[in-house]
């Protein structure tokens, strides 16, 4: 079956980086779509970045407004594994971070969740100012 394994959150302060980790296996990874969302207690799950796959294995990546700028997405094929490289992280960073894959989601529903299929279980960052 699907797995998608995050790892990498932590604790930090304000203007540290971080780099997460989302392992996948059980799909074929140069196929689909990798997204990363995020959440806290009591809101909706917000989009931050996702990496979309079109004709040649060529991939177009798109951004939340906040963290535009200053968090890149990234994927390595060979390790079937996405990253998502956060830098000048601020404390409204803090979140639950989840990966997530989903089939065509296309490059104008990208940020709408449902549109993913799997999600990883999650991993917490914590920036303190």
């Known amino acids: 079956q699907v797995q998608l394994v995050e790892s990498g959150g932590g604790s930090v302060q304000a203007g540290d980086s971080l780099r997460l980790s989302c392992a996948a296996s059980?799909?074929?990874?140069?196929?689909?779509?990798m997204g990363w969302f995020r959440q806290v207690p009591g809101k909706e799950r917000e989009f931050v970045a996702t990496s979309i796959g079109t004709v040649g294995s060529i991939y177009y990546v798109y951004y939340g407004d906040s963290v535009k700028g200053r968090f890149t997405i990234s994927r390595d094929k060979a390790k079937n594994t996405a990253y998502l490289q956060m830098n000048s992280l601020k404390p409204e960073d803090t979140a639950v971070y989840y990966c997530a894959s989903g089939y065509d989601v296309g490059k104008y529903y990208y940020i709408d969740p449902r549109k993913y299929l799997y999600w990883g279980q999650g991993t917490q960052v914590t920036v303190s100012s």
């Open positions: 059980g799909l074929s990874f140069s196929s689909y779509d």
